[in-house]
C-alpha cells in the first residue's frame, strides 16, 4: 500500500521568503506523485505531477518540486513566496494512471505580509 | 479547460436523512471518483467507479453509501440514512482513460447534517 507523509502540519513564512514543504512517500512499486494547491473555500487545484524523466518538475504559480527516489521525498519549494500563495498544500500518489490517489494529510502555508 | 461540476454546493441535511450529491464528469472520462475532507482533516478516498462498477472503495465506504451512473453524465454519491459524522466536503474526480495521469477535481459539496 501506499502512504504519504507531510511532515509540516502548519508552515509560516513572510512574503518574498522562500518556502520548503516536504513531502514523503512510500509504496513498493513506482508511483506517480503530485502536488495539489486548496485555496481558502475552494476545491483542488493540481500544482504539479512527476510522472518520470526529469526530477526536477516545474508548476503553476512558480513552484517546482523535486522527486529524490533514494530519499522518497518530493518536497515543494518556491523561492519567493507572494500573500495569494496562503493555502492547504497536498502531497498525493498514484500507483498507476487508472489507481486512485492517496494524499497526505495537508499543509498549511501562511505567508505573513 | 474542461470542468467537474458539482451541485449543490452546500447541503444541509437531517441526521437519517438521505442524501444524494451530484456530479458531472468530464465528457470524455471514464473513470470516477468521490472523495471527501472533514473539516481540517486529510482528502480520503471514498470510491472509485469504472464501467458501471465499483472498482475499489475504502473502509469507510459502507452500506449507508451507494454510488451509480444513472444517464452517462451523471455520477451520483447517495449516503441513506445521515450521521453527524458525514459532515464533511465531498469532492468528486474524473479521469480519462488512456496516458492522461491527471485527476480532474471538481470544487465540492459541502455537506452539513444536523
Known amino acids: 500500500a501506499q502512504s504519504v507523509t507531510q511532515l509540516d502540519s502548519q508552515v509560516p513564512v513572510f512574503e518574498e521568503a522562500p518556502v520548503e514543504l516536504r513531502c514523503n512517500y512510500s509504496?513498493?512499486?513506482?508511483?506517480?506523485l503530485f502536488w495539489y494547491v486548496q485555496y481558502p473555500n475552494q476545491g483542488l487545484q493540481l500544482l504539479l505531477k512527476?510522472?518520470?524523466?526529469?526530477?526536477l518538475v516545474k508548476g503553476i504559480n512558480g513552484f517546482e518540486a523535486e522527486f529524490n527516489k533514494s530519499q522518497t521525498s518530493f518536497h515543494l519549494r518556491k523561492p519567493s513566496v507572494h500573500i495569494s500563495d496562503t493555502a492547504e498544500y497536498f502531497c498525493?500518489?498514484?500507483?498507476?494512471?487508472?489507481?486512485?490517489?492517496?494524499f497526505g494529510p495537508g499543509t498549511s502555508l501562511s505567508v505573513i505580509p | 479547460e474542461p470542468e467537474v461540476t458539482q451541485t449543490p454546493s452546500h447541503q444541509v441535511t437531517q441526521m437519517g436523512q438521505e442524501v444524494i450529491l451530484r456530479c458531472v464528469p468530464i465528457?470524455?472520462?471514464?473513470?470516477f471518483y468521490w472523495y471527501r475532507q472533514i473539516l481540517g482533516q486529510k482528502v480520503e478516498f471514498l470510491v472509485s467507479?469504472?464501467?458501471?462498477?465499483?472498482?475499489?472503495k475504502s473502509e469507510i465506504f459502507d452500506d449507508q453509501f451507494s454510488v451509480e451512473r444513472p444517464d452517462g453524465s451523471n455520477f451520483t454519491l447517495k449516503i441513506r440514512s445521515t450521521k453527524l459524522e458525514d459532515s464533511a466536503m465531498y469532492f468528486c474526480?474524473?479521469?480519462?482513460?488512456?496516458?492522461?495521469?491527471?485527476?480532474?477535481f471538481g470544487s465540492g459539496t459541502q455537506l452539513s447534517v444536523l
Open positions: 465528457s470524455n472520462h471514464l473513470y
Open positions: 474526480a474524473s479521469s480519462v482513460r488512456a496516458t492522461n495521469e491527471k485527476l480532474f
Open positions: 512527476y510522472l518520470s524523466g526529469s526530477t
Open positions: 467507479f469504472y464501467n458501471n462498477e465499483i472498482s475499489e
Open positions: 498525493a500518489v498514484r500507483r498507476t494512471s487508472y489507481d486512485k490517489v492517496i
Open positions: 509504496s513498493s512499486v513506482s508511483v506517480y
